[in-house]
């Protein structure tokens, strides 16, 4: 191995620390000096479902003890069940408690909490005051619907969305005034500071003042968070001059998604980068208030002692971390000792690197023709997705997971695994194209030794209902080989139209020459496989090369005069030359597709000629007679038997040789339906030939082909898998979608790193194709964009394919159509009305989102994804309608003349009024790429 490539792998590796360190900076904040005055305390612990259950009272007195350590106080929540046990276990730890009664829509339950409170208050002699209901009229804040409802009882517009329902706030008083009356501590109720200004008739009824200040939920940012405490507080403050105000919940969350400020917040508040929930920001918060507090000898409760994970089922991820311990009693650095997210993070570091150097090694050894600059990139890629991967594991080893979300999880994993592997698939194609140093490619035949014999050839021409024109033009082109010794063989099979191959029959007898031969099949099977097999027992029998080439296309003369001396080397068992078209000038559809066809064979045939691994096409190409015989014809039971063919050749241990130089050119299909049919084709296809083939296509288990061979194969067709995989991931996230819209609270986004890596790496696979069109292809910017938009827009078709292809093995034969009638705008929406379909939902699935939930940041990025994910969708409609429309459709005449076609396809410039518009793909702009 190199020493270069230690060098790489090794800089990079400590790139890679270095990035660990920068994301963990330390930072150093003043800690908490004293003890707390109070922490909110619930007793329930949660099993792996998280579903709350009651603990032992040894559990609660363990608790306490660890509370005492911290402060002097608790604030409870119920008073019933095993909750209203705490009060006379808190007093044995010498803890005061504040007494809390648990207020809802259940009235019998209300009786109970009220009934249980009244008790402890009279019979246990640390409770100091009680809380009667928590938040109970925030929780009862009126919809729109509802205020609309209320308003018309009244005859006038006094209530809004998001005011208190008023019978809420009457049945609350009543509460109040019963409790007080019947206990001599002081009563009050919590709620969120705006709704004591709201309602200042509370204040009448309770003997001090309880508000919640939670920056976290109205979007501050942690900067900003104590000074907008503060504020509110002394706001309450002012209002009630004469109460004592305790601020019941304060705090900040560890961990958890990261929301925007709220709209009505003012406006120093907004643009600041919202309230991100991290270890971190927590132990700022809590530092700074505590100080503050201290200087103003403030009444406080901090929320809360110990994370409750089961309440992610009640208020979402965020709600599970708002613990000064963990659920496992363990404490968080929040009020002293260094502030840092990741508190493991030098042992994920090292993971990165333990994982990424040896992997980086074996991509950096498999590539040794590859620059610097190229192996450099290389490292990048392998250590990116090392890093990526113990990322999102240290991520989740901070969580809860519930059963859910290790159900979620591992559907999600092996997905992203793949999504991992496909994005270093597309790196390392990117650099072999880019940055590849000497090339290994035979560009020009051997040297031809003095007793080497031409061979004969025999060309192929399989045809199935076909324009007589089109197939006599192809024809007359034929006739012009510039080659000394070869023969012509048509064969139209189950054309059941005589009108259609009667005519080329005729032709080639007016020929008059015995080398150009016409057979009719009129029930044959095996589709286009069964008629080349048929020619093979019609092929002269000293014929030692046989062509083939698709039944529209127009060759060049010296198409065989070129390429037939590679087959001197004995090794050589395959030649293509690539497909080109002709049409691609005539209207923007063809010119969009013909540059979406041009990369593949520009880029991905030049790479996989690299390793010997190019994918044979039915069209231009060259086999040896005695390799295509040996290794049992063509294969019938395959809807891409040249794919196929060329797979068994390589097998069978030949050679192929690529050259990018076009010797002929065809049609492209007319409509989008056909250009969708001719894709869905290949990639249904391509899944036959992987479950014919697994054997010899897997790492360990196939022989006859080279590691570099397996490895090109199916890393062609991973993006195509992909492209399946996404139609699950489209289901799954619009369930998703409603998941998070119908159950909030327990249903919340993934993972922000999930949705910033896949689109960090859609925009990468988007990047890479516009970067490698402008430096490889030649066309300018704006068919670049054009390529891109024609190759989105089969994705859905791809998709389709690759999941019928698994489990199912009869599609038939599509022959892509030719000359089609232009379509009517209707019909170009009808033939994309399942994109379009999908292409709405998606973007309704992120409206939606925005609109109910866009306050968290992840819910923003979730719907990014939403309409990531519909762009290829939105391009299949577009593409329909281009084609449609005739957008930018040619003035000229749809078909030049023959004898313009032939110069074109010798590579000279057609003369004169029958002249072919060159546009995309003319010769000379070909021959000058």
Same mark, same amino acid.
């Given at each position: ?311 992610? *089922?009640?208020?979402?991820? =965020?709600?599970? %971390?708002?613990?000064?311990? &963990? ?6 650095? #929040? $009020? +002293? ?118 061979? *004969?050839?025999?060309?192929? =021409?399989?045809? %199935?209902?076909?324009?007589? &024109? ?6 007359? #082109? $034929? +006739? ?450």
């Amino acid at each position: 191995m190199r020493f270069g490539n230690w060098l790489i792998g090794l800089a990079v590796a400590v790139m890679v620390a270095a990035a660990w360190f920068v994301m963990n900076r330390p930072v150093e904040e003043d800690p908490f000096q004293g003890d707390l005055k109070s922490l909110s305390y619930s007793a329930w612990r949660q099993n792996l479902s998280l579903d709350r259950i009651d603990p032992t009272e040894d559990e609660i007195r363990a608790d306490l003890a660890v509370i005492a350590s911290q402060t002097r106080a608790i604030r409870t929540y119920l008073s019933s069940g095993i909750n209203g046990r705490v009060p006379a276990l808190a007093a044995e730890q010498g803890l005061m408690v504040t007494a809390g009664a648990w207020i809802d829509a259940d009235k019998e339950m209300n009786e109970q909490e009220i009934a249980s409170v009244i008790d402890i208050a009279h019979n246990v002699g640390s409770v100091n005051q009680v809380i009667v209901g928590n938040e109970y009229l925030h929780r009862n804040r009126m919809s729109a619907e509802q205020a609309a409802a209320a308003n018309g009882k009244l005859g006038r517009s006094q209530y809004k969305e998001g005011d208190t329902d008023p019978e809420a706030v009457a049945a609350l008083i009543g509460d109040l005034r019963r409790v007080r009356a019947a206990t001599d501590v002081p009563v009050t109720t919590a709620e969120p500071f705006d709704l004591w200004i709201k309602h200042p008739e509370l204040a009448a009824e309770v003997d001090f003042i309880t508000i919640h200040l939670l920056p976290f939920w109205n979007g501050i940012n942690v900067e900003q968070s104590v000074k907008w405490t503060m504020d509110r507080y002394h706001a309450v403050q002012k209002r009630f001059p004469e109460k004592r105000i305790l601020i019941g919940e304060v705090g900040w969350p560890s961990e958890g998604l990261t929301r925007n400020p709220l709209p009505d917040e003012a406006a120093e508040y907004q643009g600041t980068g919202g309230a991100e929930a991290s270890p971190v920001n927590q132990g700022l918060f809590l530092r700074r208030f505590l100080l503050e507090a201290k200087k103003e000898n403030i009444d406080y409760n901090i929320i809360e002692a110990f994370d409750q994970p089961w309440k992610i *089922k009640t208020e979402g991820g =965020v709600g599970a %971390y708002w613990g000064l311990w &963990d659920a496992d009693r363990q404490p968080k650095p #929040a $009020l +002293e000792g260094t502030l840092i997210n990741f508190a493991h993070w030098r042992v994920f570091a090292i993971a990165s690197v333990v994982i990424g150097l040896p992997f980086v090694l074996f991509l950096l050894r498999s590539e040794l023709g590859m620059s610097r600059r190229g192996r450099f990139f290389i490292a990048l890629l392998g250590y990116g997705g090392a890093l990526t991967a113990v990322l999102i594991f240290a991520q989740y080893s901070q969580l809860y997971p519930s059963l859910y979300d290790f159900i979620a999880l591992a559907a999600v994993a092996p997905a992203f695994l793949l999504l991992l592997a496909i994005f270093l698939i597309e790196g390392l194609e990117m650099a072999v194209n880019l940055w590849l140093g000497q090339t290994r490619r035979r560009l020009t035949p051997p040297p031809l030794h003095a007793s080497w014999r031409v061979p *004969k050839v025999s060309v192929h =021409v399989p045809c %199935y209902n076909e324009p007589p &024109d089109m197939m006599i033009e192809t024809i007359q #082109a $034929l +006739e012009k080989l510039d080659y000394p010794d070869f023969e012509v063989l048509i064969i139209d099979n189950n054309t059941r139209d005589d009108a259609v191959w009667q005519p080329v029959e005729a032709y080639i007898k007016s020929l008059g020459r015995p080398n150009f031969r016409f057979f009719h099949l009129p029930k044959w099977p095996g589709f286009k496989a069964g008629a080349l097999n048929f020619a093979l027992t019609e092929t002269h029998p000293l014929a030692e090369i046989i062509a083939t080439i698709d039944s529209d296309y127009i060759v060049r003369s010296r198409w065989l005069s070129d390429l037939v001396p590679h087959f001197a080397d004995p090794a050589v068992a395959l030649v293509q030359a690539p497909q080109d078209y002709r049409d691609g000038h005539e209207d923007l559809f063809k010119r969009l597709c013909f540059w979406e066809y041009a990369g593949f064979f520009h880029l991905g045939m030049k790479s996989r000629d690299e390793k010997n691994a190019i994918i044979q096409h039915g069209t231009m190409a060259l086999i040896r007679k005695q390799a295509l015989t040996d290794v049992g014809g063509w294969g019938e039971w395959c809807i891409t038997e040249d794919a196929e063919l060329g797979l068994r050749l390589f097998e069978n241990g030949h050679r192929a040789v690529y050259t990018e130089k076009s010797y002929g050119r065809g049609l492209m299909p007319d409509s989008f339906d056909a250009y969708r049919k001719q894709r869905y084709r290949w990639a249904y296809g391509a899944m036959q030939i992987l479950k014919k083939h697994w054997r010899d296509l897997m790492p360990f288990s196939g022989k006859r082909l080279e590691p570099a061979q397996r490895y090109q194969f199916l890393a062609g067709w991973l993006p195509w898998i992909a492209d399946g995989l996404q139609l699950s991931f489209v289901a799954l996230a619009i369930a998703w979608t409603f998941g998070m819209i119908l159950y909030p609270q327990v249903i919340a986004p993934p993972l922000a790193l999930y949705l910033f890596v896949t689109i960090g790496m859609f925009l990468f696979k988007v990047g890479k194709s516009f970067w490698l069109y402008a430096e490889k292809v030649p066309c300018s910017f704006l068919d670049n964009l054009g390529a891109s938009l024609a190759g989105l827009a089969l994705s859905y078709a791809v998709g389709k394919a690759v999941w019928r292809g698994i489990f199912t093995s009869n599609l038939p034969f599509h022959r892509t159509p030719k000359m089609e009638n232009a379509p009517a705008a209707l019909r170009g929406i009808v033939a994309a009305w399942e994109e379009t379909l999908v292409f709405l939902l998606l973007v309704g699935c992120g409206a939606l989102t925005l609109h109910l939930r866009g306050i968290e940041q992840e819910a923003q990025l979730w719907a990014a994804l939403m309409f990531v994910q519909a762009l290829p969708f939105g391009a299949a409609l577009v593409l329909s309608m281009i084609n449609a429309l005739r957008l930018g459709q040619s003035r000229r005449p749809r078909q030049p003349s023959l004898q313009a076609a032939i110069a074109l396809a010798d590579g000279r410039t057609p003369k004169g009024p029958d002249g072919l518009d060159p546009g995309p793909g003319s010769a000379p702009e070909r021959e000058a790429a």
